[in-house]
């Protein structure tokens, strides 16, 4: 009988994600020192993925072996000065992007939000735990869903406010229509992954909104929590 020839099993590679972004202040003569750091890195660390690189900072998404990550995450760190990067880790059984690009934008995040910069102070962000005992406590808090509409209807928490647009480019306009009442009440706001609150925040105190808080974690995190 001839010999059977062994059949050989294709293991998926497990692949870890990590989201990330960080508001960081970059000259022209940074952004492209930024830019020439990450684009040489990702070859190196066989990452796919998209990061952007704006004169307000960083953000992006990518994916890598996993034993690469640390690397990425301390090399990031360090092109935008050791200073403190948001990372949100997840993980899949293979690469999620076909590629790895690095791209130049005008802001991190879609806003339209002209001069509108996060503080370097992080005092009026919550954790998930503070996030719902002021909902919870305080009979008087507002509670501002900054998604879009899509996002809205898939699923909100309950008694938070819509604020009501197809775009995150509709934001300035949809607060600008807020009734003036609410610029005197405590406001805390949530969104998915927590980058578009960074800016979000920033622009209702600039409108005259006195009490603006927002959760440090992104949606499905509270989710958990609750």
């Known amino acids: 009988l001839p010999r059977r020839q062994p059949v050989m099993i294709q293991q998926q590679v497990m692949v870890a994600i990590t989201a990330f972004y960080h508001f960081v202040p970059l000259t022209p003569e940074q952004i492209d ?10 070859p190196e660390l066989a990452v796919r993925g ?7 900072g960083i953000n992006g998404t990518v994916c890598m ?4 990550m640390e ?9 935008v000065f050791g200073r403190d990067v948001i990372f949100k880790d997840a993980t899949a059984d293979d690469y999620v992007f076909p590629r790895y690009k690095v791209d130049l934008r005008t802001e991190i995040v879609t806003a339209d939000m002209p001069g509108v910069f996060p503080t ?3 005092n009026n962000h919550l954790t998930p735990q503070e996030w719902h005992e002021t909902i919870l406590n305080d009979p008087n808090v507002v509670v501002i869903d900054t998604r879009n509409d899509y996002e809205v209807k898939l699923g909100t928490f309950e008694n938070a406010l819509p604020i009501g647009i197809d775009n995150f480019r509709d934001f300035p306009a949809a607060v600008q229509a807020l009734p003036a009442a609410l610029k005197e009440e405590p406001i805390v706001m949530f969104c998915t992954g927590g980058i578009r609150c960074e800016k979000a925040g920033p622009f209702m105190e600039r409108e005259g909104f006195k009490h603006v808080f927002r959760s440090e974690e992104h949606t499905s995190e509270l989710q958990s929590r609750q």
């Open 71 to 79: 690397q990425w995450k301390q090399t990031v760190k360090d092109i």
């Open 50 to 56: 998209l990061v952007l690189v704006a004169p307000e």
């Open 120 to 122: 370097t102070t992080r």
């Open 65 to 68: 072996p996993p034993q690469n």
């Open 33 to 42: 020192s930024v830019m020439a750091q990450l684009t040489s890195l990702g």
